[in-house]
């Protein structure tokens, strides 16, 4: 990422490098594995990683996801942040900075 001298930009202003992260939920129930641990509880690992537990509770069973990790409508999502550049609205957006 570029560094900005925050003296240039005057508040409200974007500079062109500005780069926006949006949060982002990509679908990874594919690659989950599962794997017994002996308190009975079931490890899942995603890659190498454990990202999470299933716990039983009588006829129902408990989701526990690490951070940045989701379970909801019977799949497992991971959130990653997509960074997308934002330009300029228009041509003449920040002359008043002295490069037009």
């Known amino acids: 990422m570029t560094n900005h001298n925050e003296d240039n930009i005057g508040e409200g202003q974007l500079s062109q490098d500005t780069i926006m992260a949006q949060d982002e939920l990509v679908d990874i129930s ?3 594995e599962k794997k ?3 308190d ?3 490890a899942l690992f995603y ?3 454990k990202i999470g537990k299933v716990k039983q509770s009588g006829h129902s069973y408990n989701y526990e996801m690490a951070d940045g ?3 909801k409508n019977e799949k497992f999502y991971k959130h ?3 960074k997308k ?3 300029p609205q ?3 957006e920040g002359c008043d900075m002295g490069w037009c």
Do not use: L
Request: negative net charge.
């Open 47 to 49: 890659q190498t990683e």
């Open 69 to 71: 990790f989701e379970f």
């Open 80 to 82: 990653t942040q997509n």
């Open 40 to 42: 009975g509880e079931t």
């Open 30 to 32: 594919s690659d989950i």
């Open 90 to 92: 228009s041509y003449v």
């Open 36 to 38: 017994p641990e002996e």
């Open 85 to 87: 550049k934002e330009y």
